[in-house]
């Protein structure tokens, strides 16, 4: 798997955990529903000011976020 | 100090604790020297893809990288 895949595959992983839908995640990060979805395929080359968004919607440091990748 | 920025100055300090030139660096990268310049300056909203480049090249994880950010 490419780094996009495993990026990806841990956004979800994070997202289920804590039971957010897509549209709500969306919402906490300020980020369109259909570019999470597209990030959680793997298809993403997700910029760090975006990284920082979605971490911060998981309540969680970059280096968190990224843990185990 | 924003996202770009921290990330520039953890790049330039993990460099420099190793004495690389910035055209040594960028050819351990496979990125050109100026990118990795405007990265240092803050300058640039870095993609995954390429944080992964600059992690490897440092010998780092991502969240190694990003740790302290």
């Known amino acids: 798997m490419d780094i996009k895949q495993d990026i990806g595959k841990r956004v979800r992983m994070l997202r289920k955990q804590r039971d957010y839908s897509q549209e709500y995640f969306s919402q906490l990060c300020d980020l369109d529903r259909t570019y999470i979805a597209?990030?959680?395929q793997g298809k993403r080359n997700v910029s760090i000011?975006?990284?920082?968004?979605?971490?911060?919607?998981?309540?969680?440091?970059?280096?968190?976020?990224?843990?185990?990748?």
């Open 38 to 40: 597209s990030i959680e």
């Open 49 to 69: 000011v975006n990284l920082e968004k979605i971490a911060k919607a998981f309540d969680l440091t970059l280096s968190e976020l990224l843990k185990d990748i």
